[in-house]
């Protein structure tokens, strides 16, 4: 789990400053404002650790296969008009499991070379007051610090940083009883961002069967091609927890009112299957519903295939859903946080789902250490971030005047037109 981050450089921003992500985090603000590019670092470092190439520094992306994200050139990410030609991504993190990390941080530094390719500037990991740093000389050499050593501990080609967060065996040897803890710092780190689920704004639409080859799949595809996948190894061949995704998606299609439950339906003895839909005692292929409860079943699955713990993140969850469904998205991100102990870094543009959230922390279902909640705008050309302030009745004292309209407004106005054409007899 994530529980800071912080970018410079990186895109539309100049300095996000330190960013606390909570177990449910918010991202508002118009368009291209910068929202995204706070999501899509973490994709950055996550497709760049799952690289078969240990010796990359950063992938860019570009194979359609395997990257999550085409982020193109270095000068694609890099801030226009940024003077040091440098971006940095900056974050800290927990980690359970056999590399165990309480308060763990990583911060790396990417620069040009002269022939075009990205390399890692400086990487730091720090971790219970021990802080380790790769610092890049001339010609590609690199030295290794430890805390706040002047001198290094060894420097050359062959300490070079290994997918942006890992230090080379050369390194790790050379630190001699601390390579272990840089060891399980990395380890730590890359088994966070390998386990981020991500769910894009653009979702596939449904099939009317699918044909399933009893695989595991590892991730649900940035348009949730694989959720049904997902659903069907969940429902299919778990065991104990055999019904747990199937029974958490059709509880919250109910809440939602889109559906009374979902079914998954074998096609005769065929390795082919159905999604059904059963609403009011009519049953219908997933295929031939509204386009609303295929859009949301991705997120729903997700919510609860994800390994616990780890970060979920989502743009625009609530595209092609009615009000009263936007509304409990908030509550399924409150109530699943808690449950399974994921993360939930969402950008959106819904005010339904806004507003549930501001209710659930009036009615002290949510407090401000589960929520937090940013508002991302434009200010001279740059992105500017807004840590949106809620008090105990859930009302924000700090909202940027006019971004969900005016309701307010739009209904005195109507009044004032009512009376006028009553005045006129009209």
């Known amino acids: 789990m994530f ?42 470092l996550k497709q760049t650790v799952q690289s078969p190439d240990r010796t990359i520094h950063l992938n860019l992306g570009g194979d359609e296969t395997d990257d999550l994200y085409n982020f193109g050139s270095f000068d694609s990410v890099l801030r226009q008009g940024s003077a040091t030609r440098q971006f940095t991504i900056s974050l800290d993190f927990q ?19 002269s022939a075009g390719s990205v390399v890692v500037q400086s990487l730091l990991l720090a971790t219970a007051g021990r802080t380790f740093r790769a610092v890049r000389r001339d010609k590609g050499a690199f030295s290794i610090y430890v805390d706040g050593e002047t001198q290094p501990r060894g420097k050359g080609r062959h300490l070079a940083p290994e997918r942006s967060i890992t230090l080379p065996a050369e390194a790790v040897a050379l630190l001699g009883v601390d390579g272990q803890l840089v060891q399980d710092l990395s380890l730590g780190l890359r088994r966070e961002l390998e386990n981020i689920t991500y769910l894009g704004p653009l979702r596939r639409k449904p099939e009317r069967d699918y044909t399933w080859n009893k695989a595991h799949p590892g991730e649900i595809g940035s348009d949730g091609h694989r959720a049904v996948d997902m659903l069907l190894a969940s429902t299919l061949v778990r065991g104990e ?9 059709s509880r919250w299609l109910s809440r939602m009112r889109l559906a009374d439950r979902l079914e998954v339906r074998q096609e005769g003895r065929s390795n082919r299957y159905a999604l059904v ?16 409860i295929s859009q949301v079943l991705p997120v729903l699955v997700a919510a609860y295939f ?44 819904s005010e339904h789902l806004f507003r549930r959230m501001q209710t659930l922390l009036a009615a002290e279902k949510a407090t401000p250490e589960d929520c937090a909640m940013y ?36 209904t005195r106005e109507q009044a004032r037109l009512m009376f006028e054409r009553q005045r006129r007899g009209g």
């Open 95 to 113: 980690s359970t499991g056999a590399a165990r990390i309480e308060g763990g941080r990583f911060e790396c530094a990417y620069g040009q070379t």
């Open 306 to 349: 994800a390994p616990a713990g780890s970060a979920i993140l989502l743009e625009e969850p609530e595209i092609h859903l009615h009000p009263l469904a936007q509304s409990v998205l908030a509550e399924l991100f409150v109530e699943v946080s808690r449950e399974r102990g994921v993360q939930f870094i969402v950008e959106t543009h």
């Open 3 to 44: 529980s800071r981050l912080r970018l410079t450089g990186f895109k539309a921003w100049k300095d996000t400053g330190d960013v606390a992500l909570r177990p449910v985090t918010m991202l508002l603000g118009t368009n291209s404002s910068g929202k995204s590019s706070l999501i899509q670092s973490l994709l950055l």
């Open 277 to 292: 839909v059963r609403r009011d005692d009519v049953v219908s292929n997933l295929h031939d519903v509204g386009i609303g």
């Open 375 to 410: 508002f991302v705008e434009r200010e001279a050309g740059a992105a500017k971030m807004r840590a949106l302030q809620v008090d105990r009745f859930g009302r924000v004292t700090n909202w940027p005047e006019g971004f969900f309209g005016d309701a307010l407004g739009e």
């Open 241 to 249: 927890e055999q019904n747990q995704v199937i029974d958490g998606v």
